[in-house]
């Protein structure tokens, strides 16, 4: 069904925007983890987008893009009050949140740090201690620092030029976190795969259950057309169905970056296109 933006955020000017959509049957049922699936256009392709946050009192969710293709060019160009053809969601398995007696960390890089926001705010209203630890190339590129603040008892920040925080990656904080305290339960990374990758080789030494959302190829969302199929513990999986969030120490993340980078080519291709008819 058609959905119409109610506002835009631009956090990146040019690169990252948030959305705020109205979806209220959506927004009834979205929990952290969960993602929709959305078509700009009847031509348009399925662009999958982890909800950032939902708001059920007004029915409306929030969802946050980077600017990497046509599909999310064009989305790009839409702003309040124009209508996006189809959302369709919750999708997904949302992300599994128990109380925990030690502290849980909440990874976050790029714009995973607004999927991995709604996954914190799950933990923090389930009672649980939440460290919040993001990481950006420099200080302009951080998102949701404010919005992490306002209930995270805990926010750690990198960058990689030292511009805000700690010089050097997240995978530090997360280190340093670990080897100051035993007690930590769990931690959940959310991001680019280089990222989610390191953050499970710095923890899996320390034996601390480590939950990672993947950003496969989706085509329907349902399990149907097998495009999001990823290998975990040896096992074929589907992140549209069975995740998106698995066990980080069980991923395939060799398997996971070469089906990512399948249709490169073709998406370099259709981007050039697009420039050449818009400019």
């Known amino acids: 069904m058609s959905t119409r933006i109610l506002a835009k955020r631009q956090l990146i000017p040019g690169q990252t925007s948030e959305l705020t959509l109205e979806a209220p049957q959506i927004a009834a049922k979205a929990r952290p983890g969960h993602f929709v699936i959305l078509r700009i256009d009847e031509n348009?392709?399925?662009?999958?987008?982890?909800?950032?946050?939902?708001?059920?009192?007004?029915?409306?969710?929030?969802?946050?893009?980077?600017?990497?293709?046509?599909?999310?060019?064009?989305?790009?160009?839409?702003?309040?009050?124009?209508?996006?053809?189809?959302?369709?969601?919750?999708?997904?398995?949302?992300?599994?949140?128990?109380?925990?007696?030690?502290?849980?960390i909440c990874v976050g890089g790029g714009t995973g740090i607004a999927a991995m926001h709604h996954i914190a705010k799950g933990h923090r209203e389930n009672g649980n201690h939440v460290v919040a630890a993001v990481g950006a190339r420099s200080a302009e590129l951080l998102l949701f620092c404010n919005e992490?603040?306002?209930?995270?008892?805990?926010?750690?920040?990198?960058?990689?030029?030292?511009?805000?925080?700690?010089?050097?990656?997240?995978?530090?904080?997360?280190?340093?976190?670990?080897?100051?305290?035993?007690?930590?339960?769990?931690?959940?990374?959310?991001?680019?795969?280089?990222?989610?990758?390191?953050v499970c080789k710095v923890t899996k030494p320390f034996g601390v259950k480590?939950?990672?959302?993947?950003?496969?190829?989706?085509?329907?969302?349902?399990?149907?057309?097998?495009?999001?199929?990823?290998?975990?513990?040896?096992?074929?999986?589907?992140a549209c169905v069975d995740g998106p969030e698995f066990d980080g120490h069980a991923v395939d993340f060799d398997e996971l970056r070469s089906r990512l980078g399948a249709y490169r080519p073709l998406e370099i291709l259709s981007m050039e296109e697009y420039r050449k008819r818009h400019g």
């Open 44 to 104: 348009g392709e399925r662009v999958p987008l982890t909800i950032a946050d939902t708001d059920k009192e007004n029915g409306t969710i929030k969802i946050v893009y980077l600017v990497v293709g046509k599909s999310t060019a064009l989305l790009e160009t839409m702003g309040e009050g124009d209508e996006i053809l189809d959302v369709c969601g919750p999708l997904g398995t949302p992300t599994h949140i128990e109380k925990h007696d030690g502290p849980v």
């Open 148 to 198: 992490l603040e306002g209930f995270c008892p805990e926010l750690m920040i990198s960058t990689d030029d030292g511009s805000r925080g700690h010089k050097g990656f997240v995978t530090d904080l997360v280190r340093q976190r670990l080897e100051d305290d035993p007690t930590v339960a769990e931690v959940v990374a959310v991001g680019p795969v280089p990222m989610m990758e390191a």
């Open 210 to 238: 480590t939950t990672v959302s993947l950003n496969s190829i989706m085509i329907d969302g349902i399990g149907m057309c097998g495009a999001c199929r990823v290998t975990v513990g040896g096992e074929t999986k589907f």
